[in-house]
């Protein structure tokens, strides 16, 4: 009933989402209700591609005539290294989420990671600010530092694996590095926490991630990108300590908006609707 029935002739327009694994993506589920929604002859699929054949499949993609995919875990490397083209973001996080197959043959990687998470911040009340911690040094991690950073914010990482955080301090200059076994005592220094890692994610390496968020300051927002389950047990613990919140859902949705209009040219809308025909299914 939420939607008109979608339209799919011989010259639709093709794109997907390349993950390892990718069944629990939510991006099929939205695009494809952009795709009723606007009318557009089109279809966007999920795509489970092994880390072994990732440029096999985007180069048969691309001979295919898809418009182009999203890059989900593990890819978003790949996908950089891959690319012919790069826009600002993706060239300074060394990581993308979006290509697009121009007619010409050139492949353009976008990084719409972070852009997105700063626009589901602002559109849930919380404008990012002053000082922020963030968990992870992979792909996402690096789009969301750099689009901070260029919002003038102040950016520490911490990762598990301290080599990746300091290679991304190396790309991102003002970046600094706060070792993986020390951030839950140093967090009272922070106004801003976003957890760019799949822990706490359903199926993920440690669903039942749940930091000590003791030393928090009263003001901290504390933000997830994981959006299954849609409150993580890290925005679980936040809420019982009484802070802020924002959950993963808003940046999906928002880091959507870019490709989508690569691919299908329309400027689509991330309204009421669509969060909640996304968030039925988590
Ligand atoms: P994406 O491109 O979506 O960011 P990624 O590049 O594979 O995905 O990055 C995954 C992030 O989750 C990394 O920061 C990773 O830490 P390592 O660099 O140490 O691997 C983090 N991560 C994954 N599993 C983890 C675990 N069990 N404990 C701590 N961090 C983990």
Same mark, same amino acid.
Do not use: C
């Given at each position: 009933?939420?939607?008109?029935?979608?339209?799919?002739?011989?010259?639709?327009?093709?794109?997907?989402?390349?993950?390892?694994?990718?069944?629990?993506?939510?991006?099929?589920?939205?695009?494809?209700?952009?795709?009723?929604?606007?009318?557009?002859?089109?279809?966007?699929?999920?795509?489970?591609?092994?880390?072994?054949?990732?440029?096999?499949?985007?180069?048969?993609?691309?001979?295919?005539?898809?418009?182009?995919?999203? +890059?989900?875990?593990?890819?978003?490397?790949?996908?950089?290294?891959?690319?012919?083209?790069?826009?600002?973001?993706?060239?300074?996080?060394?990581?993308?989420?979006?290509?697009?197959?121009?007619?010409?043959?050139?492949?353009?990687?976008?990084?719409?990671?972070?852009?997105?998470?700063?626009?589901?911040?602002?559109?849930?009340?919380?404008?990012?600010?002053?000082?922020?911690?963030?968990?992870?040094?992979?792909?996402?991690?690096?789009?969301?530092?750099?689009?901070?950073?260029?919002?003038?914010?102040?950016?520490?990482?911490?990762?598990?694996?301290?080599?990746?955080?300091?290679?991304?301090?190396?790309?991102?200059?003002?970046?600094?590095?706060?070792?993986?076994?020390?951030?839950?005592?140093?967090?009272?220094?922070?106004?801003?926490?976003?957890?760019?890692?799949?822990?706490?994610?359903?199926?993920?390496?440690?669903?039942?991630?749940?930091?000590?968020?003791?030393?928090?300051?009263?003001?901290?927002?504390?933000?997830?990108?994981?959006?299954?389950?849609?409150?993580?047990?890290?925005?679980?613990?936040?809420?019982?300590?009484?802070?802020?919140?924002?959950?993963?859902?808003?940046?999906?949705?928002?880091?959507?908006?870019?490709?989508?209009?690569?691919?299908?040219?329309?400027?689509?809308? +991330?309204?009421?609707?669509?969060?909640?025909?996304?968030?039925?299914?988590?």
């Amino acid at each position: 009933a939420l939607l008109p029935r979608q339209i799919i002739t011989g010259k639709a327009r093709l794109a997907g989402v390349l993950g390892w694994p990718v069944s629990h993506s939510r991006s099929p589920l939205l695009h494809n209700y952009w795709l009723a929604r606007y009318g557009i002859d089109g279809a966007y699929v999920p795509l489970p591609v092994a880390p072994a054949q990732f440029a096999e499949a985007v180069h048969g993609l691309q001979a295919a005539g898809f418009r182009g995919a999203n +890059v989900t875990i593990p890819h978003k490397e790949a996908a950089y290294a891959l690319a012919t083209e790069l826009d600002h973001t993706a060239q300074r996080a060394g990581a993308v989420n979006t290509l697009i197959f121009e007619a010409n043959g050139a492949i353009r990687g976008l990084s719409t990671d972070g852009d997105g998470f700063v626009a589901s911040m602002e559109s849930a009340g919380h404008k990012p600010q002053g000082k922020a911690l963030l968990l992870g040094a992979g792909g996402a991690a690096r789009s969301v530092a750099a689009a901070l950073q260029d919002r003038g914010l102040h950016v520490a990482v911490t990762n598990r694996t301290d080599a990746r955080a300091h290679a991304l301090a190396e790309a991102l200059p003002g970046l600094d590095v706060v070792p993986w076994a020390m951030w839950e005592q140093q967090l009272g220094a922070y106004s801003l926490l976003v957890n760019t890692t799949s822990l706490g994610m359903e199926g993920g390496p440690d669903p039942m991630f749940r930091p000590s968020l003791h030393h928090a300051a009263p003001h901290l927002v504390v933000a997830d990108i994981v959006y299954v389950p849609r409150i993580t047990p890290l925005l679980a613990e936040a809420e019982q300590k009484g802070l802020k919140t924002v959950e993963g859902l808003g940046m999906l949705l928002h880091q959507a908006r870019l490709g989508f209009r690569e691919w299908f040219g329309q400027d689509p809308e +991330v309204d009421a609707g669509l969060e909640a025909y996304v968030r039925a299914s988590l």
